[in-house]
Nanobody, 123 residues
Framework: QVQLVESGGGSVQAGGSLRLSCVAS????????MAWFRQAPGKEREGVAT????????YYADSVKGRFTISQDNAKNTVYLQMNSLKPEDTAMYYC????????????????WGQGTQVTVSS
């Protein structure tokens, strides 16, 4: 049974930092792509960052390049999203997602999803 559990959300002031974590279980972690998505009220879900667990390939949304960094700890089956220079427009529910046996490191075809962790950035 594939399970993804996010943590690390909270409320911060604009310009602050936050690190999200996602612990994965129930599948072969090294053969998956892991990603962070976010969704604000009334808006479409958007991809934020993704990484291939078997290598170093990463992909970022233009809106977060230079501010957010995705990383992983394979020994812990965990991916992280380090968020710096946070802006109010980053406020959203952040979701961890996975796709198994992926060939494309992008935001398409994610099948498994966590429950989300709320990030609120105040001005």
């Amino acid at each position: 049974q594939v399970q993804l559990v996010e943590s690390g959300g909270g409320s911060v002031q604009a310009g602050g930092s936050l690190r999200l974590s996602c612990v994965a279980s129930g599948y072969t972690y090294s053969r998956a792509c892991m990603a962070w998505f976010r969704q604000a009220p009334g808006k479409e879900r958007e991809g934020v960052a993704t990484i291939h667990t078997g290598g170093r390939l990463t992909y970022y949304a233009d809106s977060v390049k230079g501010r957010f960094t995705i990383s992983q700890d394979n020994a812990k089956n965990t991916v992280y999203l380090q968020m710096n220079s946070l802006k109010p427009e980053d406020t959203a529910m952040y979701y961890c997602a996975a796709k198994i046996g992926c060939l494309e490191v992008d935001f398409r075809f994610y099948r498994y999803w966590g429950q989300g962790t709320q990030v609120t950035v105040s001005s």
